[in-house]
């Protein structure tokens, strides 16, 4: 079936590097943009940025550049997200999410089941 | 970018309630409009696409309606399953943004 894999928890310290990566199986890996989604504990959800498995093209949240990276290894079917300087504002689980296009309307509809990242 | 608030934060309703929330764009979204579900620790389910599409697999109490930038997502009969949070979020533009979410508890 469809799913998005993530990999394990993570313990960081403050300006230290994470990288979090994401399994795509079950589809044609380079027809689907995959986005990435952050929640710090008891809020909501952050959009982060997304990356186009088929080019390699991104675009990522003001609020974040300069410190994201998301790319890609089309023969691992897999999607990386590093995040560098964190801080423990970043302390949140994130989540890798396919992008699902009817006609012009896009939306989250596979996602994955959430890397706790933490900052201490 | 979009702003997105949900309203109300909370509320709280009983198994078999009709409940109503809502979403608000700050600026016109035509359709634009996604509703998601979560449940404690796990990953938002989709709900509702293009403001009013039943996503497959989602029971058919779940209904959105709605256009430009006010929207509403019901659930007729609610269930003990559908205790959670809900989240709107466009896809108009880049960056996608969430509203706050609502939180539907037990009375």
């Known amino acids: 079936q469809v799913q998005l894999v993530q990999s394990g928890a993570e313990v960081k310290k403050p300006g230290a590097s994470v990288n979090v990566s994401c399994k795509a199986s079950?589809?044609?890996?380079?027809?689907?943009?995959i986005h990435w989604v952050r929640q710090a504990p008891g809020q909501g959800l952050e959009w982060m940025g997304l990356?186009?498995?088929?080019?390699?093209?991104?675009s990522y949240a003001q609020s974040l550049q300069g410190r994201v990276t998301l790319t890609r290894d089309t023969s691992a079917t897999t999607i990386y997200l590093e995040l560098r300087s964190l801080r423990s504002e970043d302390t949140a689980v994130y989540y890798c999410?396919?992008?699902?296009?009817?006609?012009?309307?896009?939306?989250?509809?596979?996602w994955g089941q959430g890397t706790m990242v933490t900052v201490s | 970018d979009i702003q997105m608030t949900q309203s109300p934060s909370s509320l709280s309703a009983s198994v078999g309630d009709r409940v109503t929330l809502r979403c608000r764009a700050r600026?016109?979204?035509?359709?634009?409009l996604n509703w998601y579900q979560q449940k404690p620790g796990k990953a938002p389910q989709l709900l509702i696409y293009?403001?009013?599409s039943l996503q497959s697999g989602v029971p058919s109490r779940f209904s959105g309606s709605g256009s430009e930038t006010d929207f509403t997502l019901t659930i007729s009969g609610l269930q003990p399953e559908d205790f959670a949070t809900y989240y709107c979020?466009?896809?108009?533009?880049?960056?996608?943004?969430f509203g706050q979410g609502t939180k539907v508890e037990m009375k």
């Open positions: 979020q466009q896809s108009h533009n880049t960056p996608r943004t």
């Open positions: 999410a396919r992008e699902w296009r009817d006609w012009a309307m896009d939306s989250f509809d596979i």
């Open positions: 293009a403001a009013s």
């Open positions: 079950g589809y044609t890996f380079t027809t689907s943009y």
């Open positions: 600026q016109n979204i035509r359709n634009y």
């Open positions: 990356i186009d498995p088929s080019g390699g093209t991104t």
